[in-house]
């Protein structure tokens, strides 16, 4: 079996609802037991009245800057306005602005709508996003910020509070799911022993783990568990998906590179050694 054994006897709980299937494959070829416990549910684009109450909003006048922070984000957007037949104006307005992205995935969603970006975060931070729009000068400028799943506050208040008209599109976002016993089910695992390691996808899943053992009164043994990587690794995509846990104290790991591959070779590497 060699390698597509590394994790045998390994149990692995994702709390992810995006590419889930993916992930769980992922790690079953390497021999994983996997605990799948959604803790947020994504409204889809085409239900979304607030999407498309944003994206007439844009419409409304033009656009000096749009910054893009995810990919995936921007094309659900420019998809739900096509079904909405606002894709070719929606294209046109974004057009005639200066576009900004958070990072190669970003810019390869801008550039296959067949638009140019103007600058790329060499980070794929949303501090440098956001520090680069300010720096492009806001005051008096209509700003569509593209977030994904969860609001920004921190950084687009900085927008407003600089003189911007603030345009927030938000695809995908997040609900809690309508079924939470697989992620209670998923706690039980973490205080009894059972699972191994904790993978997160998303920041607002892995906080909404977190309120779930806190409601339960269960936050104090939960927090204890993940303090301890020799009880329960946490492994991250990345700093923002982890900072509920950082926030916290609890230690995470992390792949060099954002992707979800490159989380699942982290975790090969570390579970099996």
């Excluded at 996808?201 to 309120?211: F, I, V």
């Excluded at 846990?245 to 699942?264: F, S, Y």
């Amino acid at each position: 079996m060699g390698e597509l054994a590394a994790l045998a006897g390994v149990t692995i709980g994702i709390t992810a609802e995006r590419r889930a299937e993916e992930f769980i494959g992922a790690l079953r070829r390497h021999g994983a037991t996997v605990l799948h416990a959604p803790t947020i549910r994504i409204v889809p684009l085409a239900d979304d009245e607030q999407l498309r109450g944003a994206t007439e909003h844009v419409l409304a006048g033009p656009v000096d800057l749009v910054a893009v922070t995810t990919g995936a984000g921007f094309r659900g957007w420019i998809d739900a306005a096509r079904g909405w037949d606002m894709a070719d104006r929606l294209l046109e307005a974004l057009g005639q602005a200066r576009i900004l992205v958070r990072g190669p995935k970003a810019m390869g969603a801008v550039r296959g709508a067949g638009l140019t970006e103007h600058w790329s975060a060499p980070g794929e931070s949303n501090r440098e996003l956001f520090d680069q729009v300010l720096a492009e000068g806001v005051a008096g400028r209509r700003v569509v910020a593209q977030l994904h799943g969860t609001a920004l506050p921190e950084f687009t208040g900085e927008l407003r509070e600089a003189g911007a008209e603030l345009l927030q599109v938000q695809p995908y976002r997040w609900q809690w799911p309508q079924d939470l016993a697989p992620a209670h089910e998923l706690i039980d695992g973490v205080l009894s022993g059972e699972v191994r390691a904790l993978a997160f996808t998303s920041a607002p899943a892995t906080a909404n783990l977190l309120t779930l053992a806190r409601d339960g009164g269960r936050f104090t043994d939960f927090r204890a568990a993940l303090g301890d990587p020799a009880r329960v690794l946490c492994a991250c995509v990345g700093p923002v998906t982890a900072a509920p846990l950082t926030e916290l104290g609890v230690p995470t790991v992390q792949p060099e590179r954002q992707r979800l591959g490159a989380l699942v070779k982290l975790l090969v590497a570390e579970l099996s050694r």
